[in-house]
């Protein structure tokens, strides 16, 4: 089936009891069994549920992967990547990564013995110089939050399996409308189904995609044994959600470039970042290996700090909000509110400035979000 297929239908067929298009919402805790050790393939929800099943098999089937795990957050499906590990293994890291990724890494991995090195991963051979002899995992985010930095995935897989290491990909900014990780040796797929996968700010969740059997079910046994399982009401939500999601990427892709592309010209900006413009660092890789691009745009204005808090406090219809990927237009100021717990210096040294501002671009009309963006640069 081609993409697009898939994301409407997925892998589930109608409710064989009642014909039902949308298949039920199986909100129940257990499973009443046949008899002494024959249940019907479900024995109690944090292992398994029917509609989790149904959102993993159309997860599975529009990342082109055999196997899906859905959590209750994306930081959850991080969090059991980690517990891949053991005390004394090594992590090449991406140095621009998520707030809460960061968090996780620094604060809590670091207490239980496990070490990460962070390379700038635009300049692949960074990641090479960096393994170490206890070096077990490589962690990617591309693009990344919030610099938008992209990695070149098949370079960076090609030394994964040189080297015998486990590869994660963070694709939630991409998400597989654009950019399939699997295919570029990717061993697992990460994504926050909070963003665009669910799509419409109405949830929290996060989902594992992998091709390795052995993984699926060491990180099935991490998930049924610590219980970060999502509700069924929130996978038969995100399931809706993967119903429009090719539709809302190709509307978020050109709203964000028309913006990207204005913001560009505007005396006020000195910088703007996007992997669609020609102008981003990576933008060819990114051509290669993505299909388009979302609507995730960062920049800074001429005045630094104070113009971009002027700026995120006087637009209306952009809403200042800590989240990204939904179909209305968010600003968020990731300095103070993704990436608070960052240190300044870090933030600093890989060009993350305190001013930078960052907009996930919606489906709303362009030229009223170019408008209100105009209607606030007045006031800085
Ligand atoms: C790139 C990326 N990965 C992971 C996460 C974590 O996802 P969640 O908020 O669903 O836990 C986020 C959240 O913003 C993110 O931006």
């Not at 999502?230 to 809302?248: E, Q």
């Not at 002027?310 to 300095?335: F, K, Q």
Request: net charge negative; aromatic share 8%.
């Amino acid at each position: 089936m081609k993409f697009d297929t898939n994301a409407v239908r997925g892998r589930s067929s109608p409710d064989p009891t009642t014909g039902a298009i949308i298949p039920p919402i199986y909100q129940t805790a257990t499973y009443v069994l046949e008899e002494v050790g024959k249940d019907k393939g479900f024995d109690y929800t944090r292992s398994s549920n029917p509609t989790r099943q149904d959102l993993e098999e159309h997860l599975a089937a529009i990342e082109g992967g055999q196997y899906c795990i859905a959590f209750s957050s994306g930081m959850a499906g991080a969090d059991s990547c980690m517990k891949l590990l053991s005390k004394g293994d090594h992590v090449v890291c991406c140095d621009d990564v998520y707030g809460g990724t960061a968090r996780l890494f620094n604060n809590l991995m670091t207490n239980y013995g496990v070490e990460f090195t962070y390379v700038d991963s635009q300049d692949s051979a960074n990641v090479e110089g960096a393994i170490q002899s206890n070096t077990k995992m490589i962690w990617i985010e591309t693009p990344t939050n919030p610099l938008l930095k992209v990695t070149d995935l098949e370079a960076v897989g090609k030394t994964a399996k040189s080297h015998g290491l486990l590869y994660v990909v963070d694709t939630t900014f991409a998400t597989p409308v654009f950019l399939r990780p699997l295919e570029y040796g990717a061993d697992i797929v990460l994504h926050s189904l909070t963003k665009y996968l669910s799509g419409h700010n109405q949830l929290i969740g996060g989902a594992l995609i992998t091709n390795d059997s052995g993984l699926f079910e060491k990180l099935k046994y991490i998930q049924k044994s610590v219980g970060a399982v999502p509700s069924p009401f929130d996978c038969w939500l995100t399931i809706l959600g993967l119903k429009t999601l090719h539709l809302r990427m190709s509307r978020h892709w050109e709203n964000a470039e028309k913006i990207a592309r204005y913001l560009e010209g505007h005396p006020k900006v000195s910088r703007v970042i996007y992997p669609g413009l020609e102008s981003h660092p990576m933008h060819e890789v990114a051509r290669r290996q993505m299909s388009g691009f979302s609507g995730m745009i960062s920049f800074e204005l001429n005045g630094g700090l104070e113009a971009g808090k002027r700026l995120m406090n006087s637009v209306e219809l952009c809403m200042l909000a800590e989240s990204l990927g939904a179909v209305e237009t968010m600003i968020t100021h990731p300095a103070t509110m993704t990436h608070a717990e960052v240190p300044r210096e870090e933030r600093l040294a890989r060009g993350f400035e305190d001013g930078l501002v960052r907009l996930s671009v919606g489906i709303e009309d362009s030229e009223d979000l170019i408008a209100d963006l105009e209607r606030a640069f007045k006031d800085v």
